[in-house]
């Protein structure tokens, strides 16, 4: 089993900055990945963004330029700096965990919200 916390959540205004944390704990193997999804009110669950444990990432393309992941695998942390923050990144944002072996499994977060208004 494996435990998510995010943390980092809030209110920005247009252009601003946060950064969501999300600390894992359990029994975690490699390779997985990291990262996050977000689910605004009346959409579907996203990805935002995902780093494997070989240090790949991907990002939603609306996203790309603006928010950057990082892990710390040794803290078993993974990390979301949202920059540029434009009212549609509205939404709650949940840190995930997959791992491959010894079979495909997710695990999530609680969620955490992020609201960007002025």
């Known amino acids: 089993q494996v435990q998510l916390v995010e943390s980092g959540g809030g209110l920005v205004q247009p252009g601003g900055s946060l950064r969501l944390s999300c600390a894992a704990s359990?029994?975690?193997?490699?390779?997985?990945?990291m990262g996050w999804y977000r689910q605004a009110p009346g959409k579907q669950r996203e990805l935002v963004a995902r780093m494997g444990s070989g240090a790949s990432t991907n990002f939603a393309d609306s996203v790309k330029g603006r928010f950057t992941i990082s892990r710390d695998n040794a803290k078993s942390m993974v990390y979301l700096q949202m920059n540029s923050l434009k009212p549609e990144d509205t939404a709650v944002y949940y840190c995930?965990?997959?791992?491959?072996?010894?079979?495909?499994?997710?695990?999530w977060g609680q969620g955490t919200q992020v609201t960007v208004s002025s």
């Open positions: 995930y965990y997959r791992h491959y072996w010894p079979s495909q499994k997710d695990y």
């Open positions: 359990g029994t975690m193997f490699s390779p997985n990945d």
